[in-house]
């Protein structure tokens, strides 16, 4: 069965360095997410992507982060100077089309450490 | 306003019993996804209910939905030490696909 998948699976890296976190969509998939979570809270929406630019983003996802889909296939999330507040679990999730009736499947996440 | 809050917060039970978690979400939707997450792990898709049935069943899960409400259940019935996880509602999408998650409801389940 297809899935989303995410690279690396753990990053630590030192506060103010920036870091990139891949994920690879499924292939047919056409709308694209990005979701964290702080240790032990809710799950968050961060940014939306379709047709190579954001659809929506949240009042999290400011000018420290931002997406790419450098080629065909994968999804970026850059975070360009990291803030210890910014370690959490990072979901990438994708949906066939951003319709109101389709699941959104996620990658096992990211978990980023920042020290 | 939050979208998905699910209680109870926690619930222990033993195997075999039925593990039972609500969600109550604020504005209209138009459909509600239940996912698990095992401990530091991704979040895997569990069921998705529609605005407009009420209850849906797979395997062993059966949810609930009741809009006048704004709630849906989850129930996990004869419950394995392998349910063990957090479950999450996630409510919506809005026009971008957009979900809101709640805090989740951590399931221990007992052997």
């Known amino acids: 069965e297809p899935e989303v998948t995410q690279t690396p699976s753990h990053q630590v890296t030192q506060m103010g360095q920036e870091v990139i976190l891949r994920c690879v969509p499924i292939s047919n998939h056409l709308y694209f997410y990005w979701y964290r979570q702080i240790l032990g809270q809710k799950v968050e929406f961060l940014v939306s992507f379709y047709n190579n630019e954001i659809s929506e983003k949240s009042e999290i996802f400011d000018d420290q982060f931002s997406v790419e889909r450098p080629d065909g296939s994968n999804f970026t999330l850059k975070i360009r100077s990291t803030k210890l507040e910014d370690s959490a679990m990072y979901f990438c999730?994708?949906?066939?089309?951003?319709?109101?009736?389709?699941?959104?499947?996620f990658g096992p996440g990211t978990r980023l450490l920042v020290l | 306003s939050q979208q998905g809050e699910e209680d109870p917060q926690a619930l222990s039970i033993q195997e075999g019993e039925n593990a039972t978690m609500n969600c109550s979400y604020k504005t209209s939707i138009n459909n509600l996804q239940w996912y698990r997450q095992n401990s530091g792990r991704g979040l895997v898709h569990l069921i998705l209910i529609r605005s407009n049935e009420r209850e849906k069943h797979s395997g062993r899960l059966r949810v609930t939905l009741d809009t006048s409400k704004k709630s849906s259940s989850l129930l996990i019935t004869a419950s394995r030490a392998a349910d063990t996880a957090s479950y999450f509602c996630a409510a919506g999408p809005d026009s971008w696909g957009k979900f809101q998650f709640g805090a989740g409801t951590q399931v221990v389940v007992t052997p």
């Open positions: 999730a994708s949906s066939e089309v951003g319709t109101d009736q389709e699941t959104q499947y």
